[in-house]
């Protein structure tokens, strides 16, 4: 094998694995994005349920006996 093949073959699997890494990386963003999305999201949920509960921390008591299924 001549010096300049080996160059080349070196050359294209260098080109091939910076191509495999953009694609996985332009994913991985995507991902990113997605996730910050949903966080920002349940953190809303979070904030509309916390304005919903009472502000003086008098909740009534509810016993979890009080919450059983009709099946017990």
Not at 9 to 20: G, H, I, N, W
């Amino acid at each position: 094998m001549a010096p300049s093949d080996d160059t080349d073959k070196r050359l294209t699997d260098l080109e091939v694995k910076a191509s495999y890494t953009e694609d996985l990386l332009d994913h991985l963003n995507l991902t990113i994005v997605r996730q910050q999305q949903q966080i920002e999201r349940l953190l809303r949920e979070v904030a509309e349920l916390r304005q919903q509960q009472p502000d003086d921390g008098t909740a009534p008591f509810r016993s979890l006996r009080d919450e059983l299924p009709p099946h017990y």
